[in-house]
Structures are given as structure tokens and as C-alpha cells.
């Protein structure tokens, strides 16, 4: 059974899960209607970060167009340009045991691609979710869900793994930034 989580919640990933070393983190959500004439194309990125909150360097920054971190700790699955169909619209597989040591935390985040462009924002994106799921049985271990509290956000940081005594841990975060990707990778001290 999956622990469910609400914003700003924080739970133990490895410590109540021994011998833990893979695992698959799912982005999903749905459009509400919409008649702009555009797709919603929403993009999920993982951020490695060192003790300051910021990326040791750019290819910290997995996402659809760098989709393995050097270390083969993170892989993006692949980028979903609709959001179409059941299930997770976007994954994210994290080998615990090739991260590096000098990576604190991991930071999870949505995008909306061309946000401004297109005018669309998270006030019309309804049912998003991040489950993680135990890689070897695809059984779910956290979820949380995101709830429809936004509205001009163009970019959200979902949730984080990160490192505590050894273990390593979930937090529910579900925090919007305007701005979309740039303001992202500026936060995270990416060279956008």
C-alpha cells in the first residue's frame, strides 16, 4: 500500500523499504478543456543537486534533451508531447546506487513547454500527480497529488529525494514558479 502524501510531507523511502536500490518515478496529469489550438506539451526533468541547492553542473540537468545523467544514476524515459492516455505521462528512473556522493537531493519538476507562446499555465492542468514506484515489482511506495491550487504557474517543482542519515527520503513539495524551464534552471544554477 502506498503512503499518500499532501504538500510538504515527508516520508522515509529506503529505510522502511531494505535492499531498495531502484526506482521509477511517474509524472502524470490531465488538460482541462482547452481551445487554443494547442497541445499541452508537458515536460518532467530531474535536478541533481549538491549542498547549496544548485547543480554541480549542466548535465545535472536530466530532461528530453539530456536523458541520462553521466553517472547512469538518472535516466528520463522519453518525452510525451500530448499527455495523452492512462497512466503516467512521463518517468524518470533513478538507480539510488550510482548517484553521486557529492548529490545531496534530487528535484523533480513540470514544465509547460512554450507556455507563454501558447498561453497556457497549471491553472488548466487538472489530476496532476508523482507516484514512486519500487523498479523491480512496479509496486507504488509514495504518492502524492497535486491538487488544482494553481493558476498562472508556467512551471512546478513537484517533489525531492533526498539524502538523511544515510536513507534517503521523499518530500512533497508542489511549488509553482512563472517563468517556465529558464526560471527553473536559473533557480537550480543551470546555464540557461
Known amino acids: 500500500m502506498a503512503v499518500s502524501l499532501s504538500k510538504g510531507q515527508k516520508v522515509d523511502l529506503t529505510k522502511g523499504n ?30 541533481l543537486l549538491g549542498a547549496n541547492g544548485k547543480v554541480t553542473s549542466d548535465a545535472d540537468f536530466v530532461f528530453y534533451n539530456n536523458l541520462k545523467h553521466p553517472s547512469g544514476s538518472v535516466e528520463h524515459m522519453g518525452d510525451n508531447r500530448t ?25 523533480f519538476t513540470v514544465t509547460i513547454y512554450d507556455a507563454d507562446e501558447r498561453q497556457q499555465n497549471f491553472g488548466q492542468v487538472s489530476n496532476a500527480y508523482i507516484h514512486v514506484l519500487d523498479d523491480a515489482n512496479s509496486r507504488e511506495l509514495i504518492r502524492y497529488d497535486l491538487g488544482e491550487d494553481f493558476s498562472v504557474e508556467t512551471a512546478m517543482v513537484v517533489g525531492e529525494i533526498y539524502r538523511h542519515a544515510g536513507e534517503w ?24
Open 169 to 192: 527520503k521523499f518530500n512533497a513539495i508542489g511549488s509553482g514558479f512563472k517563468g517556465g524551464l529558464r526560471a527553473l534552471g536559473l533557480n537550480y544554477g543551470v546555464n540557461v
Open 83 to 107: 499527455g495523452a492516455g492512462e497512466g503516467d505521462d512521463e518517468q524518470i528512473l533513478i538507480d539510488l546506487s550510482k548517484v553521486p556522493a557529492n548529490i545531496d537531493k534530487i528535484d
Open 18 to 47: 531494505p535492499g531498495l536500490s531502484k526506482i521509477l518515478v511517474g509524472l502524470g496529469w490531465d488538460t482541462n478543456k482547452y481551445d487554443g489550438g494547442y497541445d499541452f506539451d508537458l515536460d518532467a526533468a530531474a535536478f
